[in-house]
């Protein structure tokens, strides 16, 4: 028996490639495997070729598999563009009407499948996705039993007799299958589970849960890939707490109405990818201006503008640390994790009070959008903060006002909600004085700039660096952030098969930059490695601006719209070394 298998499905967008991934990687979450999925999909709507990867294992796993155990294809398009990834002795389950055909060199079996047929016999081609779904089940010889109930919540708002005809599908698709390859493949049979169900879901969604769990009450968004699944999350959820969604006529309109939100007191939030953030900028600016909370999400895709608007990139990060015109401060968080996306969305809303700040939560498309296993959320684990927001104030004198930007000692001033008694102050985006009204004086303006910018002197978020460091001394250093971390932990266990000492950082904490928690790592390193998904190379240069060692790091770069494979990282890292 095997600990992990890996599992394709590829044809035409909107053909059931997606339903029939869910499908399939729900009943395996039923059963306790740990998944992590890739999903590569084209910027049309419809049509165009897309594939969904799930690697199913025994242990947790972060990062797509090298190989392919099992590729389900509805078209020859999936098996020309899937087939080279293959291990030896892999196996296509195609669609018979095709006449499909492997391309010379791959050593695989082929199981042709009338998936097609079989479902327009039970009435509809639609049904095609359950013919490949039990058909590939069958091959893993897991409980037909738990997939049927997968198939039941599926379908089960059509009714009963939907339901009963998809099941038939699985049936004769599992049934076919198995008189072709007689029986259930020994090769592919998997360790059992351990039975304990995960939560199963995509960075954005973990993203929406931690806004409800974190007070949000309204999110203002735009629709963009890949961020929209955080709207349409909350969509869902937001008014059975009191909230709501407003889908506005860009991000413009988005970001402002979140930081009027915000002043007025209600915790709220936008999220959008690169060309969304590009608009929000002078936005942006007005928030740190004024001292107002404000949360954006950007989930980064290819670009420039349009880009690649649907596959995975980090280039974002130049423009959230340097975007805003003018200097104001601002924090920007890369969560590395469903868990992180989770617990640093309630994070940011604090950071956000608490700094009087905007916070800039930095996904990636694969963590976004890739769908994958986690352990049981803890609610409690990250309380909520609201900084120095006042609601008892002292009496004013006959036209004094509320010192709402007062000079202080540790540069954060008081806050109160518009129409609390005695909090009467004057806001503006222009340069003001500690009650808001405009002032150009010189002394003010550096005042005033000294106070907000040094507001976030010796910020450390939790887990600003995360570290797996087991040799005082490295022969190689890795860094990365996002979604890269489980990749290069894997590529790290073969250069340890190899005889290199190899330690890793994943930095969070992106902006302001914590340099004094990453240069002992390069001190103790032989040499740096930076891994991200740019072509520039941005995460390398603010190392080398804030923690120096500029001599050591080299950077190794994918910007082609997938994400780094552990094969690649361990052969890149090794020619470096």
């Known amino acids: 028996m095997i600990s992990q298998l890996s599992w394709k499905i590829g044809g035409q967008q909107g053909e059931g490639v997606e339903s029939t991934d869910r499908i399939f990687s729900t009943a395996l979450n039923r059963l306790g495997y740990y998944l992590y999925g890739y999903r590569h999909f084209s910027s049309r709507i419809k049509g165009g070729h897309t594939n969904n990867k799930i690697r199913i294992s025994t242990t947790p796993k ?33 669609d018979a009407k095709f006449n499909p055909v ?61 339901v009963e005809k998809n099941i038939e599908a699985v049936k004769r698709g599992a049934d076919f299958v198995l008189e072709l390859a007689g029986g259930p493949l020994e090769e592919f049979q998997l360790e059992p589970a351990d039975g304990k169900q995960k939560l199963f879901m995509i960075g954005n969604e973990a993203i929406g849960l931690g806004a409800l769990a974190g007070g949000c009450r309204l999110m203002s968004a735009y629709p963009i890939t890949p961020a929209s699944e955080i709207m349409e999350y909350l969509i869902k959820k937001l008014p059975k707490f009191g ?61 420039p503008s349009t880009g690649l608007p649907t596959k995975q990139e980090q280039s974002d990060l130049n423009a959230m640390v ?32 608490e700094y009087q700040v905007p916070v800039i939560l930095m996904t990636d498309l694969q963590l976004s959008l890739g769908k994958q296993s986690c352990e049981q959320l803890d609610l409690n684990k990250v309380p909520i903060s609201r900084g120095k927001l006042v609601r008892e104030l002292p009496e004013l004198q006959p036209n004094e006002l509320f010192k709402r930007y007062e000079l202080t000692e540790d540069g954060v001033s008081p806050r109160v909600i518009p129409g609390d008694k005695f909090g009467l102050h004057h806001v503006t985006g222009v340069e003001h004085d500690e009650t808001g009204r405009p002032s150009e004086s010189a002394v003010n303006r550096k005042n005033m700039m000294d106070k907000r910018l040094n507001k976030l002197n010796g910020l450390h978020i939790r887990d600003a660096v995360r570290a797996d460091a087991p040799h005082a001394e490295a022969d190689l250093l890795i860094i990365g952030m996002g979604s890269t971390g489980g990749t290069i932990d894997e590529a790290r266990v073969r250069m340890e098969a190899d005889g290199l000492k190899t330690n890793h950082l994943t930095i969070r904490q992106i902006h302001p930059f914590p340099a004094d928690l990453v240069e002992p790592y390069l001190s103790a390193a032989s040499k740096v490695v930076v891994l991200e998904n740019n072509a520039t190379g941005q995460l390398a240069d603010q190392v080398k601006l804030h923690a120096g060692h500029a001599d050591k790091i080299k950077s190794v770069l994918k910007y082609d719209g997938n994400p780094f494979l552990p094969s690649e990282v361990h052969k890149a890292c090794k020619e470096l070394v």
């Open 322 to 353: 340097y975007g805003t015109h003018g200097e104001i401060p601002k924090i920007v968080i890369a969560p590395a994790s469903l868990e992180d996306c989770f617990y640093d969305t309630i994070e940011s809303f604090n950071l956000s009070e």
């Open 62 to 94: 972060l990062a797509i598999s090298d190989d392919l155990d099992i590729l389900v294809a509805f078209d020859q398009e999936s098996i020309d563009l899937n087939a080279h990834e293959l291990r030896t002795g892999g196996v296509v389950v195609a």
């Open 102 to 162: 492997l391309p010379d060199g791959i050593n695989a079996r082929l199981f042709p499948v009338p998936i097609t047929s079989i479902a327009e016999e039970l009435g509809t081609s639609l049904m095609k996705n359950m013919v490949a779904s039990g058909a590939s089940w069958a091959l893993l010889g897991l409980p037909i039993d738990v997939f049927n109930k997968a198939v039941e919540e599926e379908f089960g708002r059509k009714g009963p007799a939907i």
């Open 243 to 303: 909230g709501t969604v407003v889908q506005t006529e860009d991000e413009i309109a988005a970001v402002t109405m979140a930081i009027g939100a915000n002043y007025a007191g209600v915790r709220t939030m936008t999220a959008s990818a690169g060309p969304g953030l590009s608009l929000m900028m002078e936005a942006i600016g007005l928030a740190g201006m004024t001292e107002t909370p404000l949360v954006i999400v950007d989930t980064q895709r290819g670009g």
